[in-house]
């Protein structure tokens, strides 16, 4: 049956947040509000948009008589809430508020679904209406809802990727003029990529929220972020990107979602963040400047990957839109979508299980023999050596060696031993980097 725009009454639409993305939530719902209608089934009417200060300057498409600061009225009159504001708080309680009043929730707020994801999953669960949340991983690439709707028939083994475009641009920046790291996270601020506190970004702290997301929906199970084993790119120097590339990798940041064995049996999922040695034929390696891309490994499908812009306003928008037409066709024709599953409810495991390859890099004296009681200290945790490179450097005639170790698949645990006890050596100067290789 085709949906007739006027048979419907105008659905209420509020926007929570008039900032990079709300502004341009907002010019879609105002200069393609018939085209949303037709496919909605009935006219979308936004009610109000809720910020910070009235007196801002604002883009001429933001009616100003929309303008509100009481976002808790607000919510109260709404069908449909799009919060965009960001943050914790006042976020958690104007969503939780808009459900409690029967309104279906559109949010880009990973932080929020990682910190308070269950609360907010349980609230919608018993007053029946939709929570979608596809702009909150990945910008505009469909990440969510394939994992959530489209595989739902399969069994998720490994979600992995690059999840933050700032960390991405940093790094790619780094590996392409040879920049520090302080030098392109300014040029990246200076560009709009990163923020003024680029914190939540370099740190890993949005990677893993988004992380924590993705493994929930993967795995039936709920992550939190404080599940996250995480890593940022803080500790990363020009010289671990000249390296990498000197042996045939390229840095990235990568999010992995996975399940695994725990080394006494147990099954459960590892969840971690890490900036990445990724082979330079790997398609991942490929993925420049702020672009985002997710590999899904699916029992039955086999191997899925997404490609895109992972934010901005424009592209985060459709991701918004997406969902509100989505939300707002439930409210139209009945039912709602797919509700969160944790059924699964698989242990997340410590992040000493994860198993992987990795390159250690070590200053050490240049004397006949260093190479073999490191080679023992690494035995002796049953970490096996895959390959060695030497190179001299001679400093105002002190000779050292940088030895670069790739190792064989180890658990973390025992590589995070063997490092201690090769750093205890005497002839080691100094552990310059240990990172892990997809
Ligand atoms: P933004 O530019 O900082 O805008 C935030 C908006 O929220 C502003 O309009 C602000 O009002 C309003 N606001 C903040 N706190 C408020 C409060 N307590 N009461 C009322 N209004 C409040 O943020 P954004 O970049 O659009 O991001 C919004 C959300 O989308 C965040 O959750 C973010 O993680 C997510 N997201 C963003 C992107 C992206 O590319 N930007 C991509 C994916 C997801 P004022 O204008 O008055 O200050």
Redesign the pocket.
Known sequence: MALTPGTHPPLRVAV?????????VVRRLVTEADELAARVGAPLELVG??????D?E?DPVVDRAL?T?D?ESLVEKADVVI?????I???RT?VLRAVEHGASVV??????LAQEGPALYDAVDDAGVDLYYE?????AIPIVRPVRESLAGDTVQRVLGIVN?TTNYVLDSMTTTGQGLDEAVADAQALGYAEADPTADVEGY?AAAKAAILASLAFHTRVALADVDRTGITGLTADDVTWAGRTGHVLKLLAVAERARAADGREGVLVRVRPTLVPAEHQLAAVRQAFNAVFVEAEAAGELMFYGR????S??AS??LGDLVSVARHRVLGGKGPVESSHADLPVLDGGEARSRYQVRLEVDDLPGVLARVAAELAAQDVSIESVRQTLQDTDGDVSATLVITTHTAPERALRSTVDAVAALDVVRAVVSVLPVL
């Open positions: 929570l947040g008039c900032g990079v993305v709300g502004t341009e948009v809720a910020v910070r200060s009235l801002a604002r303008l600061t976002a919060e965009l504001m960001g943050g708080e006042p976020a104007l949010t880009a707020n990973k932080a929020l702009a909150a991983v990945a910008g475009g949005d992972g934010a901005g306003g592209p985060t991701a918004v």
